[in-house]
């Protein structure tokens, strides 16, 4: 008798990766545009600086149901057939983009031989695109927001026998939308670093 060995991907497997980091400084003799101030030119942009980190990757595997559940309901006894191959489905591609500008600031205390404090000020856009990048699917229909109970045999008869049929697709869609689902939204952080 052979043994049949079938070669599966984990639930981490994700087939392709890129990821690329574009920074863009003005220092040292790059000092930016000047403005001139009588005998004196500023460069308000002198230690300033923008980096953009961009991540894109394909989905990761998850073994689809051929039995539809209501992912919902509670007491329920889950029975998980799987159609086709243990993990033989990917979830969509993802794509986050991140940006940061930040400028350095230095303090000077005292006249010779002070100290000097520096103080780097950044704006940090976590997200930059607002991507609504896919975590995780319902292992029936492989969608994020909708487990395909409603639309089933079983779920038609049991949408027939409640009080309020309309309220009860309503409040039921509204729980399959979890947004845990989905990855973060667009984020803003302010914040300052101080070195001493």
């Given at each position: 008798?052979?043994?049949?060995?079938?070669?599966?991907?984990?639930?981490?497997?994700?087939?392709?990766?890129?990821?690329?980091?574009?920074?863009?400084?003005?220092?040292?003799?790059?000092?930016?545009?000047?403005?001139?101030l009588?005998?004196?030119?500023?460069?308000?942009?002198?230690?300033?600086?923008?980096?953009?980190?961009?991540?894109?990757?394909?989905?990761?595997?998850?073994?689809?149901?051929?039995?539809?559940?209501?992912?919902?309901?509670?007491?329920?006894?889950?029975?998980?057939?799987?159609?086709?191959?243990?993990?033989?489905?990917?979830?969509?591609?993802?794509?986050?983009?991140?940006?940061?500008?930040?400028?350095?600031?230095?303090?000077?205390?005292?006249?010779?031989?002070?100290?000097?404090?520096?103080?780097?000020?950044?704006?940090?856009?976590?997200?930059?695109?607002?991507?609504?990048?896919?975590?995780?699917?319902?292992?029936?229909?492989?969608?994020?927001?909708?487990?395909?109970?409603?639309?089933?045999?079983?779920?038609?008869?049991?949408?027939?026998?409640?009080?309020?049929?309309?309220?009860?697709?309503?409040?039921?869609?509204?729980?399959v939308?979890?947004?845990?689902?989905?990855?973060?939204?667009?984020?803003v952080?302010?914040?300052?670093?101080?070195?001493?």
């Amino acid at each position: 008798v052979g043994v049949l060995r079938v070669p599966l991907p984990l639930d981490i497997d994700q087939r392709h990766r890129f990821s690329g980091v574009v920074d863009y400084r003005f220092n040292g003799s790059n000092l930016g545009p000047g403005l001139s101030l009588g005998n004196n030119t500023v460069y308000p942009l002198r230690n300033a600086g923008a980096n953009l980190t961009f991540q894109m990757g394909s989905g990761t595997p998850f073994s689809r149901n051929s039995v539809v559940v209501p992912a919902v309901a509670g007491g329920i006894n889950i029975v998980n057939q799987i159609q086709g191959t243990p993990n033989g489905f990917r979830k969509p591609w993802q794509f986050r983009a991140d940006l940061r500008l930040d400028k350095t600031l230095q303090l000077k205390t005292g006249n010779q031989g002070g100290k000097i404090f520096d103080f780097n000020v950044y704006l940090l856009v976590l997200n930059l695109f607002d991507n609504e990048n896919v975590v995780n699917v319902y292992r029936f229909t492989g969608l994020p927001d909708d487990d395909g109970f409603l639309e089933s045999d079983q779920g038609v008869q049991t949408i027939l026998t409640q009080i309020d049929p309309q309220s009860y697709v309503d409040i039921y869609g509204t729980r399959v939308n979890n947004p845990n689902n989905f990855s973060l939204p667009r984020r803003v952080r302010l914040g300052v670093l101080f070195n001493f």
